[in-house]
């Protein structure tokens, strides 16, 4: 599927799209009975107290799902050698411009946060949860002038998305978007230092 590009592209939005992550998150951990599992157990709870601990996992997992696919991609670029190569050539020759055709990258990433359940200042157990990020890139053109990134002019990403809880899958999930559709430079990216600014002294 492609994601929207006038929205922003998180963890969150891959898995659940425009669901409500801790309604479709909590929805899981009642199907598969998930948290009945974990150290400690919760079976002993009542059906409003599991209920309770159940809406509070499922939104502090969610919160967890927060994280931003482009800056991801802009922070692989910031330290790209092809890219850091053009930089400093267009930073020592002002006003020369270099277009950068990048092979295909390949980034990932894993995050296992985990959350102690309180009950009546007791804690009753621990939840861990992971989640894991594949980026692939393709068909990237970028534009260096004065030692920054200053447009990206072509390339796709694909993102494949998993989350588990207690080693139960709660969702995965694949998303395609246009690079160029969804980057915002600006001024452009900075990935060389920038030169000092030289004040000559009043009267020169």
């Known amino acids: 599927m492609s994601a929207a590009v006038d929205s922003r592209i998180t963890a969150g939005s891959v898995l659940f799209g425009s669901s409500a992550a801790p309604t479709a998150i909590e929805g899981e951990l009642n199907a598969q009975n998930i948290l009945a599992g974990t150290a400690g157990g919760l079976s002993h709870l009542s059906r409003e107290a599991y209920r309770a601990v159940?809406?509070?996992?499922?939104?502090?997992?969610?919160?967890?799902?927060?994280?931003?696919?482009?800056?991801?991609?802009?922070?692989a670029w910031r330290k790209h050698a092809l890219l850091i190569e053009a930089a400093e050539r267009t930073a020592a020759v002002p006003g020369s411009t270099e277009v950068i055709d990048l092979a295909t990258e390949h980034l990932s990433g894993s995050w296992r946060p985990y959350f102690d359940l309180v009950l009546d200042g007791i804690r009753i157990g621990r939840v861990h949860a992971e989640l894991i990020l594949d980026l692939t890139a393709v068909g990237v053109v970028a534009n260096v002038k004065w030692g920054r990134l200053v447009a990206v002019r072509s390339g796709r990403c694909t993102v494949q998305a998993s989350l588990e809880i207690e080693g139960f899958v709660i969702r995965q999930a694949s998303v395609g978007f246009d690079i160029p559709a969804v980057v915002r430079l600006g001024d452009g990216l900075s990935l060389v230092p920038d030169p000092p600014t030289t004040v000559l002294p009043a009267g020169r």
């Not at 927060?66 to 922070?75: N, S, Y």
Request: hydrophobic share 55%; glycine share 10%; charged share 25%.
């Open 54 to 75: 159940a809406g509070e996992v499922s939104q502090a997992v969610a919160d967890q799902l927060d994280i931003d696919i482009v800056d991801m991609l802009v922070g």
